[in-house]
């Protein structure tokens, strides 16, 4: 178990390892700014969410350390106030110096996902996180809620049609205030993307999507590139150890072969298989070996041979989301959500 930082020592050791950064984190330029995203993330979204501050603070400064610099957060995930703190921190104590070293991503509730709630939703998140502006700010899924708190599960009853228009629109002028520096969206299908891109004027930057070697993704990753949205790969282990995630990805045959043959672990081949086509990935473990674990994949890469034997595993997603299907709602099935079959067993 990580130890807090409630003690000077624990701080101490990560003020003297100023200047010792161990990884720098190759990066990818987004379309709307020219600040580009590191290609490995850190998240911060740890079931339950909320239950833990001053671990997820000490993991952030250790993570600052290792040459993290993109980390992700979410109003539902109670963690930005977390991350502030240690933003606040790593800078008073000289583990950046500035926060311009740092992308800062959050995303919109389905609550707020309302064109008059995403300014002050916004707001709010700035203030949580002590800053000034994001780097990147999503709709987090394409579903709308009855205004209320962020909660999960929700209430299938408060489920309503997202007015795809008018929010992008509140979005678009978060950019334009300065308090984003770009606007994307998480868990867009191609048709919703479609539906967004008809009417806005300033295209997503990124799509955050459920990616690894067991759902790939690629007729979305092809549309996305074409369109010039970046693709962020979340859950590329599969979500283990989440509140919706399995163990599939990680007692797949195939990949346990390849980390065999390569010598490395199944979690490296996983992120490096992601990094190898282009996208972000987003790594959240609060374990400080794996956390530096997970950084170990830019010298090395796969072979051809491997990369044919993951394109030929059977694809099956791990999320469906079901909490956002009703009969009352928006979306009456699986396929209405995603618009395309998932797999569901």
Not at 44 to 51: C, N, S, V
Not at 72 to 84: F, I, K, R, W
Not at 304 to 322: M, S, T
Request: charged share 25%; glycine share 6%.
């Amino acid at each position: 178990m990580l130890h807090t930082l409630n003690t000077n020592a624990n701080l101490q050791e990560n003020i003297d390892l100023v200047g010792k950064m161990e990884s720098k984190v190759p990066e990818a330029t987004l379309n709307s700014s020219d600040k580009s995203i590191p290609l490995i993330g850190f998240g911060t979204a740890e079931f339950p969410f909320g239950a833990s501050s001053e671990t997820m603070k000490d993991s952030i400064l250790h993570a600052l350390k290792l040459g993290y610099r993109h980390f992700d957060s979410a109003s539902l995930y109670q963690s930005e106030q977390h991350l502030g703190q240690a933003i606040s921190d790593a800078l008073h104590h000289g583990l950046i110096s500035s926060r311009d070293e740092l992308f800062i991503t959050s995303k919109l509730w389905l609550s707020d996902a309302h064109h008059d709630h995403v300014l002050p939703a916004l707001q709010k998140t700035l203030k949580n996180l002590k800053l000034e502006y994001l780097d990147l700010y999503l709709i987090h899924w394409p579903v709308s809620l009855k205004p209320g708190e962020p909660e999960l599960p929700v209430k299938r009853e408060d489920l309503l049609p997202m007015d795809f228009k008018s929010v992008w629109e509140a979005m678009e002028q978060c950019q334009k205030l300065g308090l984003t520096k770009s606007i994307g969206v998480s868990n867009f299908s191609i048709k919703k993307l479609e539906i967004l891109l008809a009417t806005a004027k300033i295209i997503p930057a990124v799509n955050q999507v459920e990616m690894n070697p067991l759902w790939q993704q690629k007729k979305l990753r092809t549309f996305c590139q074409q369109k010039g949205i970046h693709v962020s790969a979340y859950s590329p282990l599969g979500g283990k150890g989440t509140l919706w995630g399995t163990n599939l990805v990680m007692d797949c045959k195939v990949l346990k072969e390849i980390a065999d043959t390569t010598g490395k672990t199944i979690a490296q081949v996983c992120i490096r298989w992601a990094y190898e086509q282009g996208v972000s990935v987003l790594v959240k473990s609060f374990n400080k070996e794996r956390m530096k674990e997970n950084l170990g994949i830019f010298d090395w890469k796969l072979s051809q041979d491997e990369i044919d034997k993951i394109n030929q595993i059977p694809q099956r997603k791990g999320f469906p989301a079901l909490e956002f299907v009703s009969d009352e709602g928006p979306f009456k099935s699986p396929n209405d959500l995603w618009d395309e079959d998932i797999q569901l067993s």
